[in-house]
């Protein structure tokens, strides 16, 4: 029997990609789904291909960012259902280009969405499972949480940020049957880099840039379950981003030179003309 049948499970940014991924592979699981997201077309998309409203899957209008928007729809699942098994914190957005060519609205809207969103998400979910006793809260980081992100440090800051939340709570929660699990995976075929904000750079340009190729999205959500099923701390895939995160541990100095790499080639890319009129 699958570790998730039948589990009360709330996914954010289950319209697309990772979010859209897990939705599909838990529903086959046999899990009870509260699927949130703030796109409401992709909602619609993802009920079309689900059994949405057959009482194990229905969907939400959710904005992470708003804190009042997440408490809400938690109590509203515990509520209709009496717990809370799992909620998967995934949401997210990018930005990519230089910091010296940033504004502050730029790092205010990705830590609304990638930082706060999750803080929401964990703290509101954290209280309930500590009620009743049990529980497990998957945020969803990067590799580029781990090792860093050039040309994306306002996405790889909030990456850092959502790993030290989840390997510290993991430690306060443990003595109260809550687990918590930060997933880190590298580069991954989901529509991240359709709707990212591309500064003084392009879609097309930051896709040749990839140095792997990007692993297919329902595997990744195969390998996050796996993950989530043995309440691993960190979740870390494919095999280059685990060697990745084993070469920083080991010494920094040794993933310089992939950093330089991908600046000095997005710089060949960032030509003046783009950078006085792409914004």
């Known amino acids: 029997m699958s570790k998730f049948k039948d589990k009360v499970i709330i996914i954010t940014g289950a319209a697309s990609g990772i979010g859209r991924a897990l939705s599909e592979e838990l529903s086959r699981k046999g899990a009870i789904l509260i699927m949130a997201d703030i796109h409401k077309d992709g909602l619609r998309q993802l009920a079309s291909t689900l059994a949405v409203g057959d009482g194990r899957s229905e969907t939400a209008y959710l904005d992470v960012s708003r804190a009042e928007e997440v408490q809400a729809l938690i109590d509203k699942v515990i509520t209709e259902y009496g717990r809370l098994d799992y909620i998967f914190n995934n949401a997210g957005i990018?930005?990519?280009?230089?910091?010296?060519?940033?504004?502050?609205?730029?790092?205010?809207?990705?830590?609304?969405?990638?930082?706060?969103?999750?803080?929401?998400?964990?703290?509101?979910?954290?209280?309930?499972?500590?009620?009743?006793?049990?529980?497990h809260?998957?945020?969803?980081?990067?590799?580029?949480?781990?090792?860093?992100?050039?040309?994306?440090t306002p996405y790889a800051t909030t990456k850092?940020?959502?790993?030290?939340?989840?390997?510290?709570?993991?430690?306060?929660?443990?003595?109260?049957?809550?687990?918590?699990?930060?997933?880190?995976?590298g580069f991954i075929q989901t529509g991240i880099f359709d709707a990212a904000t591309y500064i003084h750079s392009s879609q097309k340009d930051l896709l040749a840039m990839l140095p792997f190729k990007p692993m297919n999205v329902n595997e990744a959500a195969r390998i996050i379950l796996r993950g989530v099923a043995r309440n691993k701390a960190v979740i870390v895939f494919p095999f280059y981003g685990r060697l990745i995160w084993w070469l920083q541990r080991v010494h920094n100095s040794l993933t310089k030179p992939l950093a330089r790499k991908t600046i000095k080639d997005f710089r060949k890319l960032r030509t003046e003309s783009k950078a006085k009129g792409n914004s």
């Open 160 to 185: 850092f940020a959502v790993v030290g939340l989840s390997t510290s709570l993991r430690a306060e929660a443990e003595a109260f049957g809550v687990n918590v699990s930060v997933v880190c995976p």
């Open 137 to 152: 809260i998957i945020n969803t980081a990067s590799l580029a949480g781990l090792v860093g992100s050039p040309t994306m």
């Open 94 to 135: 990018a930005i990519a280009g230089e910091v010296r060519d940033l504004n502050i609205d730029h790092w205010r809207r990705i830590i609304d969405v990638n930082l706060w969103g999750v803080i929401h998400g964990a703290s509101a979910a954290y209280s309930a499972m500590v009620k009743q006793g049990f529980g």
